[in-house]
Structures are given as C-alpha cells and as structure tokens.
C-alpha cells in the first residue's frame, strides 16, 4: 500500500513538472515567438523585458493559457465523474445535453446580435437549463434511476440540437451564420483577461466540490444497492455530483464552445496511469486534460496561418484513439 502511495505521489509530481514545461512553451511559441529565457523573467515580472513582450505574454497569451487548462481539467474531471456515477465508460461530460443547451444559448445570442459578454451568459443559462431539464425528466418517471437520467439527457440533448438547426436556418448564410458555426468548433482565440475573471471562480468551484467527495463515487460506481447499504444518500451525492460537473462544463462551454472527446478520452488515460481508484484519478484527469487541452491549443495557433478549431483537432486526435483503446481492451474500469 505505502509503495502504491508513493509510486502515486511521484507521478503526481511528474505530472506538476511537466505542466510547468508546457505551460512556459506555450508562452513562448506562437506567430511572435519569444525566447525561454525570456518569458520566465517576463512572469518573475522583471523590468527589463520589452513592453511588447510583456503586452502579449499578459494580455493575450497567459488568459489564453490559463483558460484551455482550466477548460480541459474541468471537462476531464466532469468525464471521470460522469462515467463513474453512470458506471458507463462511454459517458463523456456533456453527456447531460449541457452541450446542446450552452449551443442553442450561444447561437441564440449570435442571432440576437448581442456581445461577447451576452454570448457567454446565455450559453452558460440554457447549458445548465439543459442539464436541469434532464434532471426534472428523470424524476417524471417512478422508481427513477441514473439509467433514467442517462436517457433523460440523450432526450433533451436531441432537443436543443433541434432547435441549434432550427437558428443556423433562418440565420444569415453571409455574416450570421459562420459565427455560429465557428463557436461550436470551439476555439480560445477570443479569450481575454475579464472572461477568466469572469468564469474562473465557477470551474474552480465545480471542480473543487466533485475532489471532495471524489471518494463516494467508488462507491457510487459499484451500484445503487451497494451504495445504499452503505448508509450512502444516493441522491443528495447525485445531486451534488451533478450539479458540480454541469457548473464547471456549462462555464467551459461558455467561453470556448464544444469541444469535444475530451471528458471521453481523458479520463481512460488516466485509468491507464492510476487505475479505476476515483480518488487518485480524479486529480490525475485534471492534471492530464489540462496538458492536453493546452497542447491541442498550441497546434490550433501555430500550426497554419489562420487558427484551426480546436474542437476539430480534439476529434481528429480522440476518435482514433479511443478507436485504439477499443482495439486493446483498455475501456473499462481494470
């Protein structure tokens, strides 16, 4: 046991080291490519550095930075907790039509003509409307169930993807309706210091409240009977469980768009590097989404001259492989 703890303690500190390398990389690459060297003496806030450089590494690169790992720690973390509470390895966090929701909120606004700031409102609203209509379903039916809630979510997620069609139609095909399509690829390009002020405090929140109970859904993940001769409020853990990971999603969303296979794929490879303990994978899918997410971020800015969707490039990574972690057996629980 001790050496499990230990050999988990390291990778954990593996894992810091090299968030702290990728993060001070992605400082540094990009279209005006800034020294190593000089982007650690940028952040220890020396006089020195050139006004130029200190405007782009704080005002447009560091909010960016900042936002993809809090949006793939988020997605990851909401993934695992998803998947153990459905006891599903195929359950992603916008499994709940927080997704559909935060699009049809995002395209409404766009059609609206409304601002940055009313995009994000809106999306985030109808996102955790969705989800809270998935939960009110659910109850409709007696004996309910987290099946019930399961197919619940697949019902309003077709909803609002109904009704996301039904805006990109009578859209303007010219100026409109590109702008909507473009925000459901999912990008960070426009993410400035006031939308991580804004939004911050409620990932974090989300995340904080499923690590702390993270513990419950090993138990949770065993099944309902299990948990309930355990002494376990079932619905109050599936409330707060919910309830967490739709606020964090439905903030990630809000600011990036969808982006997809995250909250799927992630939470797998963590498996891989802890096991199926929720208590170690929990923070390990935080550690892992992050870096990926910010990775993927790296490639969408740098790799043409124009900026790819990331949602495009998370797809194009996590269909083949998941389609590999098929192949091999690995999705499951083991």
Known sequence: MRSNTR?????????????????????????YSIPFWTVLQTLTLQESVDTTIRSVIFEIRLPRIIAAMLVGAAL??????????????LVSSYHLGVSSGAGFGAALAILLAAGTFAIQLYAFTFGALAVAASFGLSRLVKGSSTLTLVLAGMVVSSFFSALISILEYVSNPLETLPLIV????????????????????IILVGIAGVMLIRWRINILSMGEDEA???????KRIIGILVFCCTLSTAASVCIAGVIGWVGLVIPHIGRMFVGPDF????????????????????IARTLTTGEIPIGILTSLVGTPFFAVLLWRNKVGWS
């Open 7 to 31: 050999k988990y303690r390291l990778m954990i500190l593996l894992c810091i080291a090299v968030t702290f390398f990728v993060f001070i990389l992605s400082i540094s690459i990009g279209r």
């Open 76 to 89: 990851s973390v909401s993934g695992a907790a998803f998947q153990g509470l459905f006891k599903n390895p």
């Open 182 to 201: 473009f925000w459901l690829m999912g990008s960070f390009n426009a993410i400035r210091i006031p939308d991580l002020i804004n939004i911050t405090p």
């Open 228 to 234: 309930q001769a355990l002494g376990i409020d079932l």
């Open 279 to 298: 208590k170690k994978l929990i923070p390990m899918s935080a550690i892992i989404g992050a870096n990926y997410l910010l990775l993927m971020d790296d």
